[in-house]
């Protein structure tokens, strides 16, 4: 089982910038892909962004590629979601996700563990 506690969401202007944390506890951290999902009320979750275990392949989803940027700190249990130039679109509930395959895809269905969400409200 692994643990995965979001943290970092909050209420911004649009362009500001946040940093979402998620922090993993459980089984090692460091052998699965992370990815970062949101969803907005009345709407299917969306892909937002992963990163596999060694950090060295990413994939970002439509709306977040060019503003957002997924990192990890293996040795801290712990994945990043840097959000800038922040729009009213991307209020959502973000959530973070681990995947034991290590296929850093953009499903859902990919990812065997979730966090509860840190909700993002952009205001206009």
């Known amino acids: 089982q692994v643990q995965l506690v979001e943290s970092g969401g909050g209420l911004v202007q649009a362009g500001d910038s946040l940093r979402l944390s998620c922090a993993a506890s459980?089984?090692?951290?460091?052998?699965?892909?992370m990815g970062w999902f949101r969803q907005a009320p009345g709407k299917e979750r969306e892909f937002v962004a992963t990163i596999t275990w060694s950090g060295s392949w990413l994939r970002y989803g439509v709306s977040s590629k060019g503003r957002f940027t997924i990192s990890r700190d293996n040795a801290k249990n712990t994945v990043y979601l840097q959000m800038n130039s922040l729009k009213p679109e991307d209020t959502a509930v973000y959530y973070c996700?681990?995947?034991?395959?290590?296929?850093?895809?953009?499903?859902?269905?990919?990812?065997?563990?979730w966090g509860q969400g840190t909700q993002v409200t952009v205001s206009s």
């Open positions: 459980g089984r090692t951290f460091s052998n699965y892909a």
């Open positions: 996700a681990a995947d034991p395959t290590n296929l850093a895809q953009s499903s859902t269905h990919d990812y065997a563990y």
